[in-house]
């Protein structure tokens, strides 16, 4: 079946350290999109791709970081910089950004320890 | 300023009791709405899409309809197992770029 897988389900951080979630889809679509999810907000676009080799900023980029060298692939790198990094973290994709209904992954809960 | 507003923010309903959520937007250039269904822990799963005002759509008990400012969906003599969060969604281009905006969602919970 068709979907969006995201690793690991649970990811724990110490201070200073960069932790890179994975994100892998094979609905052959060419969007790609993560997304953080905090209580009591809606969810909050970090980076979206359209194609691969570019991306683009959403709203709370920074200390975040990402890449897209495959179209299966969009890799999300939490960095040191990010200082309130806890939270849950969602990886969606769509045919094209225009294209509305997105299809997410699993979601990524990340904790600082 | 584009924005999303669900209401209630949680509501407690008897299996049976029908009841209906409310999604209110602000969007130059809408595009679509989009209903998600939510369980805890786990990412959003699309339910239904809506282009332009009168459209309705219908999946087993849940209806979506819209209007020109906001979308309800009517969830007809609910069950247990449709006790979630549903989240809604607005995409707009009038800036020139697409943007896609969410609700902060309704959490429901449905008594057995």
């Known amino acids: 079946d068709g979907g969006i897988t995201q690793s690991p389900k649970y990811l724990f951080r110490k201070e200073g350290q960069n932790v890179t979630l994975s994100c892998e889809q094979n609905l052959n679509h060419d969007a790609m999109y993560w997304y953080r999810q905090d209580p009591g907000q809606g969810l909050r676009l970090i980076y979206y791709s359209q194609i691969v080799n570019d991306f683009q900023k959403g709203d709370i980029a920074e200390g975040y970081s990402v890449s897209r060298e495959k179209k299966e692939s969009f890799p999300l790198t939490v960095t040191s910089a990010q200082k309130n990094p806890t939270a849950f973290y969602l990886c969606a994709s769509s045919p094209g950004q225009g294209a509305g209904g997105y299809t997410f992954g699993s979601g990524t809960r990340l904790t600082v320890v | 300023e584009d924005q999303v507003t669900q209401s209630p923010e949680a509501l407690r309903l008897q299996e049976g009791e029908s009841s209906s959520l409310n999604c209110s937007y602000t969007?130059?250039?809408?595009?679509?709405l989009f209903w998600y269904r939510q369980d805890p822990g786990k990412g959003p799963e699309f339910l239904f899409t809506?282009?332009?005002a009168g459209e309705e759509k219908e999946k087993e008990r849940l209806k979506a309809t819209l209007t020109k400012k906001e979308s309800f969906l009517h969830i007809t003599a609910p069950k247990p197992e449709d006790s979630a969060t549903y989240l809604c969604?607005?995409?707009?281009?009038?800036?020139?770029?697409?943007?896609?905006?969410f609700g902060t969602g309704t959490r429901l919970k449905v008594l057995a």
């Open positions: 809506l282009y332009s």
């Open positions: 969604a607005v995409l707009g281009d009038g800036s020139g770029t697409y943007k896609y905006i």
């Open positions: 969007v130059s250039g809408l595009r679509g």
